[in-house]
């Protein structure tokens, strides 16, 4: 018992050290058992790709649909909409929804749908696609001002700068060669009768008639009226002072500028208004256009029109290929600037 406890350390540390060996042996035991029930994964060479597994595959997918599924999805409108708010005539206007025209005559809805700078007080003067029409004159078109292909019509661009209503003289002489198919007409300008009567002309079915009248060194020169020459024919008619019938010619004319006809018998004398115009085309460049009432004259885009009447506020022309009729407005002097600035000294 002395020599035990002489030697108690010793004992102590031996039986610690069987115990951890007896640990030791079951632990490999257990180790060896686990083996035989899991298979290792194959030891893969180096550079081989690493094939994931299914499961861990899956629970990416369904982090990243969660992840997905967080974010603020672009709807069809913004979900905060900054509301455009102008200062005008001293209040605070609503452009998009307010009844008050920024530039009357064009609705604030078209300004803002076509990109337009509602901030440019010229903005109804400017041509931003440069086809030369302004936003105000796309807008009551329903163009794009922003597309030179999207435009009014051209003759929407034209203005009466000048106009001359005259009255056409004419009197039916008769027959020369004694039928219905060639007759002597003399056409006597209303401004000076004395100089251009007797100008007689003879005209067959179909022709326009001409008015003689002067040229720049007082040459005479025959210039084609809308009327035109549509038939003859001998009528019996009974006449009061003889008492008796008699067969005298008459003539058809048309005004080829409105489709109206004139009725003349032999040695009658009839007018018709007669009338000069000077279109001008406002584009930058347009041409000016001076004709009579019936020529016809041709815009750049190749549409043909026919001068039907002028009156001093106005033009009327007819579209030839549809027929439509269209009003030409008065060119207007520009109003004066009477503004004066004022300095202080």
């Known amino acids: 018992m002395d020599q035990l406890k002489a030697h108690y350390d010793r004992f102590l540390l031996m039986a610690a050290g069987l115990l951890l060996a007896v640990a030791a042996m079951v632990i490999s035991l257990s180790a060896s058992g686990l083996s035989e029930r899991f298979t290792p994964p194959p030891t893969k060479e180096d550079g081989a790709v690493f094939a994931g597994h299914e499961d ?140 251009l009567s007797g100008s007689t002309r003879f005209y067959r079915v179909g022709d326009l008639i001409s008015l003689a009248e002067r040229d720049e060194v007082g040459r005479e020169v025959a210039r084609p009226t809308p009327l035109r020459f549509e038939k003859a024919e001998e009528r019996r008619i009974f006449n009061p002072t003889t008492q008796t019938e008699e067969t005298v010619p008459f003539i058809t004319l048309i005004n080829t500028a409105d489709n109206m006809t004139i009725e003349l018998r032999r040695g009658e004398v009839r007018d018709s208004p007669y009338s000069l115009a000077t279109l001008q085309d406002t584009r930058p460049g347009g041409q000016t256009i001076e004709l009579r009432s019936g020529e016809t004259f041709e815009l750049v885009d190749g549409e043909t029109y026919k001068l039907v009447d002028v009156t001093e506020e106005n033009a009327i022309i007819e579209q030839l290929e549809n027929g439509e009729q269209h009003q030409v407005p008065l060119q207007r002097a520009a109003a004066p600037d009477i503004s004066t600035e004022t300095s202080f000294e």
Do not use: C
């Open 56 to 195: 861990i595959a899956r629970l990416h997918v369904d982090r990243d649909r969660m992840v997905e599924g967080q974010r603020w999805q672009e709807g069809a409108a913004a979900l905060f909409v900054s509301r455009v708010y102008l200062l005008h005539e001293g209040r605070l206007v609503d452009i998009l929804e307010s009844d008050t025209e920024l530039f009357p005559g064009i609705a604030n809805s078209w300004i803002i749908e076509h990109n337009l700078d509602y901030t440019d007080p010229l903005l109804p003067e400017r041509d931003p696609d440069g086809d030369g029409f302004t936003n105000l004159e796309e807008f009551l078109a329903r163009t794009d001002p922003n597309d030179p292909e999207s435009r009014p019509a051209l003759w929407t661009k034209l203005r009466l700068i000048d106009s001359k209503i005259d009255k056409l003289r004419i009197q039916f002489m008769g027959l020369p060669d004694g039928t219905i198919e060639t007759v002597s007409i003399n056409t006597i300008s209303e401004d000076n009768p004395q100089e």
